[in-house]
């Protein structure tokens, strides 16, 4: 809590649901009363309770499950923190795989997982950052996920691997 320059903490990077994830991988996300409203919520609050212990006035930072980052919306339950940071990562699915965009979809893909993200920060009134996009050198992808941060008002950091950029 006395690291001068510190911004804030964040819990965990890209949580799996395990076993529980054929039933997350859907637009709607998990299903009412399953991985997120349940162990994952309170999980983040247990966490955040005992950072706050700590630490009462950085940021926390957390974030969806995985699929979440391929447009599966979140069913997080509210966090009940003042100051809490909804930590979001935005790929087009396609890249998982290694392709390129070959239907030309992944703007219509990103643009569901900002709009998720501004559902989420509606409902609870967390700040948004998408703080993990990228990995490519490709011009045009990244000019246009830019584009889309600045469309959406959306801080952003970029990932990329050391030896980047692999995926297209």
Known sequence: SGSPGLLGLEILNEPWPGSKWPGCASPQGCPA???DQTAFTSFYRRMIAAIRAADPA???AYEPNLLYDYGAATQ???LGDPNLLF??????LAYAFGVADPFGDC???EQVVYGNAETRTSSTGDGLLMDEWGNSNDQTVLGRMTQEAD???DSWSFWALEDCCNSP
């Open 33 to 35: 009363g399953g991985f």
């Open 58 to 60: 950085h940021l926390i």
């Open 76 to 78: 997080l339950g509210k």
């Open 87 to 92: 930590a979001f990562h935005n790929y087009c």
């Open 107 to 109: 703007s219509v893909d």
């Open 151 to 153: 469309q959406h008002m």
